[in-house]
């Protein structure tokens, strides 16, 4: 079965810095997605960003950008110029290509953005 | 453009009460899905449906029921709570591209005392 791992369960971050949240995988597949979603004390959950393995380029958005890493199923979120509005859960996820249409999510780590 | 939305937000339930929680989507999206998450735990799939009138058996099933009578509806029902099941319940729902993201409800807070 497919496992993810944040292994960090809480960070902070200085405003207008730069922080990068870790995430590892476990799976056999060569073919799938990977997410990052955002969870505010308001709760809502908010993708960030999302990557196709296939894709050998990391994805960004804007101030977000992945670190994808397929041979050691690694999967860094880096934000730039952190904003006090970063302050939320961040939970990475994985999905496979085709077939299962469970997405499977780690454990979730805790974003403090300092003023 | 209301997304999804989860209906109750907030409920208090006694032990061995039954409910109904209630998810609806407006963008025409295919798969819907029931997830539960709990301090520590992350989100977990409770049930999931691929289409109307099809539902299927998450990572923690047991407990919970669904239906999805109607393309835009999941209900997620609990037929005897127990303490266990209190946790915050989020609807999400995608369409069937490979690389679409989940659209979440605001979720439900439950609480089994």
């Known amino acids: 079965a497919q496992t993810v791992t944040q292994s960090q369960p809480e960070m902070s971050v200085q405003e207008a810095e730069t922080v990068t949240l870790s995430c590892t995988y476990d799976t056999s597949e060569s073919d799938y997605y990977l997410f990052w979603y955002k969870q505010p004390p308001s709760r809502q959950m908010i993708l960030v960003i999302r990557q196709e393995a296939y894709k050998q380029q990391n994805a960004t958005e804007n101030r977000f950008s992945v670190n994808f890493q397929k041979a050691a199923k690694s999967f860094s979120l880096k934000i730039s110029d952190s904003q006090l509005g970063d302050a939320a859960m961040y939970f990475c996820a994985y999905r496979t290509q085709g077939g299962s249409e469970k997405l499977v999510f780690g454990k979730g780590m805790k974003l403090t953005v300092n003023p | 453009n209301a997304g999804v939305t989860q209906t109750p937000k907030f409920r208090v339930l006694k032990t061995g009460q039954s409910m109904t929680l209630l998810c609806a989507q407006d963008?025409?999206?295919?798969?819907m899905y029931w997830y539960r998450q709990d301090p520590g735990m992350g989100l977990r799939l409770i049930h999931y449906s691929v289409g109307e009138g099809t539902t299927a058996k998450g990572e923690v099933p047991d407990g919970y029921n669904v239906s999805r009578l109607k393309k835009q509806n999941f209900l997620l029902g609990l037929e005897s709570a127990a303490p266990s099941q209190t946790s915050v319940y989020f609807c999400a729902s995608r369409d069937p591209m490979e690389h679409s993201p989940l659209h979440f409800g605001n979720g439900t807070r439950l609480t089994v005392t």
């Open positions: 963008m025409n999206h295919e798969y």
